[in-house]
């Protein structure tokens, strides 16, 4: 989590909704897949976004959870524009996620990194002792 090639402002994107309720009552909605994991200083979150451009990525945090929104866009070659489907698996469409964090941490201090589609969140633990 230390390397980051591209800095992603984990700040609420003025152009998106913080309910969600927009993209969830879409037809063409999809759940990426997300890992966490912890250690004794951090938490991690690993979302994967194929095809999702940073600026229409949504994050917010607060000391209870974790928001992400956007959109999941079809990566098509221009030369298979002119083309129909056969079989798709890959999915599109937008999607929402607010996640419980696990434990204390300390959300003014949080880091974010986003490249090759992975959105890599570091959220430093808040000793309550």
Do not use: H
């Amino acid at each position: 989590m230390k390397e980051q090639t591209e800095d992603f402002n984990v700040q609420n994107n003025p152009l998106n909704y913080s309910t969600g309720i927009p993209t969830c009552n879409q037809q063409d909605y999809c759940t990426p897949q997300i890992d966490i994991l912890e250690d004794q200083s951090n938490v991690y979150y690993v979302c994967e976004l194929p095809g999702v451009e940073p600026e229409s990525l949504n994050v917010e945090l607060t000391t209870e959870s974790i928001f992400i929104q956007g959109e999941l866009g079809a990566v098509i070659e221009e030369n298979q524009k002119r083309a129909d489907f056969v079989y798709q698996e890959r999915a599109k469409g937008g999607f929402f996620r607010e996640i419980s964090l696990p434990v204390n941490v300390d959300v003014e201090r949080a880091e974010a990194n986003f490249k090759r589609g992975l959105l890599e969140i570091s959220l430093p633990k808040v000793n309550n002792y």
